[in-house]
C-alpha cells in the first residue's frame, strides 16, 4: 500500500502506471479491507485515469457549493 503514496506527485503516464498495478495487486491481498480496496479501485479505473489526463482538475470546490446551497434549501420554511 506504501506504493499508493506518490500517485498523485507522479506524471500522467507514471500515474496511470501505478494505479493499473495498484489495480491488479490489491484484490490479491489477504486483508480483505485491502481486497476490498482494490476491487473498488478497479471499478473506478476510468475516474482515476482521468485524473492524470486533466492534470489533477477536479469540481470538488463547485460539489462543496452545490452541498452547501442544497443543505440551505432544506432548512427554509414552507410557504403554505
Same mark, same amino acid.
Given at each position: 500500500?506504501? +506504493?499508493?503514496?506518490? @500517485?498523485?506527485?507522479?506524471?500522467?503516464?507514471?500515474?496511470?502506471?501505478?494505479?493499473?498495478?495498484?489495480?491488479?495487486?490489491?484484490?490479491?491481498?489477504?486483508?480483505?479491507?485491502?481486497?476490498?480496496?482494490? /476491487? @473498488?479501485?478497479?471499478?473506478?479505473? +476510468?475516474?482515476? +485515469?482521468?485524473?492524470? +489526463?486533466?492534470?489533477?482538475?477536479? $469540481?470538488?470546490?463547485?460539489?462543496? @457549493? $452545490?452541498?452547501?446551497? /442544497?443543505?440551505?434549501?432544506? $432548512?427554509?420554511?414552507r410557504l403554505?
Amino acid at each position: 500500500l506504501h +506504493d499508493a503514496l506518490p @500517485i498523485y506527485q507522479a506524471t500522467p503516464t507514471q500515474g496511470r502506471r501505478l494505479v493499473a498495478c495498484l489495480i491488479q495487486r490489491l484484490p490479491a491481498c489477504p486483508i480483505p479491507e485491502i481486497a476490498r480496496l482494490g /476491487r @473498488i479501485l478497479r471499478k473506478w479505473k +476510468d475516474a482515476l +485515469d482521468a485524473y492524470f +489526463d486533466t492534470g489533477g482538475a477536479s $469540481n470538488g470546490s463547485t460539489e462543496a @457549493i $452545490n452541498g452547501h446551497y /442544497r443543505a440551505g434549501q432544506t $432548512n427554509r420554511q414552507r410557504l403554505p
